[in-house]
């Protein structure tokens, strides 16, 4: 005799007090339905979820300021927080977001960021920013790279290498200060060799 707990079915009405089990003489055949539709419905829930968290990974979160005179304070991705990042630098790594394995289309994250500056600065500290930004097509994973410009613009790319690498997928100009470390046809031969990845 199997016992059903009351509180997981909450779908179903007890019009009066009833000892629940799966015994024709104990329950009417209606309530033995309705249960088992519930049981159905629950395991059914519980598959989707499992289903859903195995296609997410996490990403740790990477913020690069590309501008010379202001620092951001702090920033958001979809709610987790980056740190802090100085003039013309970052890399520093935050956890994490949940990313779709298998990118799609419309793919976007809510970016919240702070502006800071030098105690010496004359002009007026920019107001904090929110964008909706777009997430370019990813294959491989790997960090949340958020890439922050002057005029409050902002680029997100999905990549396990830093904007150092030959084959960081980012134009040379949206990319500077950074330079990759070597050329493009140096970081194939090295990876045939077995000393690196072309697979940013």
Same mark, same amino acid.
Request: proline share 7%; net charge positive.
């Given at each position: *005799?199997? @016992? ?19 015994? !024709?003489?104990?329950?009417? *055949?209606?309530?033995?339905?309705? $249960?088992?539709? =519930?049981?159905?419905?629950?395991? #059914?829930?519980?598959?989707? *979820?499992?289903? &859903?968290?195995?296609? !997410?990974?996490?990403?740790? $979160?990477?913020?690069? +300021? /590309? ?5 951001? %304070?702090?920033? !958001?991705?979809?709610?987790? *927080?980056?740190? +802090? ?15 779709? #394995?298998? @990118? ?8 919240? @960021? ?24 990813? !294959?491989?994973?790997?960090?949340? =790279?958020? /890439?922050?410009?002057?005029? /409050? ?7 396990? &290498?830093?904007? %150092? ?12 200060? @950074?330079?990759?470390?070597? #050329? ?12 690196? +990845?072309?697979?940013?």
């Amino acid at each position: *005799m199997a @016992w059903v707990d009351l509180t997981l079915c909450q779908n179903l009405v007890v019009e009066k007090p009833v000892v629940l089990a799966f015994d !024709t003489k104990v329950i009417e *055949m209606k309530k033995l339905e309705k $249960i088992r539709l =519930h049981i159905v419905a629950s395991i #059914t829930s519980f598959l989707m *979820m499992s289903a &859903c968290s195995d296609s !997410t990974i996490s990403a740790g $979160i990477r913020g690069y +300021n /590309h501008m010379n005179g202001l620092f951001i %304070e702090g920033f !958001t991705v979809n709610g987790a *927080m980056g740190l +802090n990042v100085a003039p013309e630098s970052g890399g520093g790594e935050a956890c994490c977001v949940s990313l779709p #394995t298998r @990118w799609r289309p419309g793919l976007k994250a809510k970016v919240s @960021w702070k502006y800071d500056q030098r105690n010496d600065a004359t002009s007026p500290l920019p107001d904090g920013q929110t964008a909706l930004v777009d997430i370019p097509p990813y !294959t491989n994973g790997g960090s949340l =790279h958020v /890439h922050f410009y002057a005029r /409050h613009k902002v680029k997100i790319v999905v990549s396990p &290498c830093s904007p %150092e690498h030959p084959f960081y997928p980012m134009s040379m100009a949206d990319l500077a200060p @950074w330079k990759p470390f070597a #050329t493009k046809e140096d970081m194939r031969e090295t990876a045939q060799r077995g000393g690196g +990845n072309v697979g940013c």
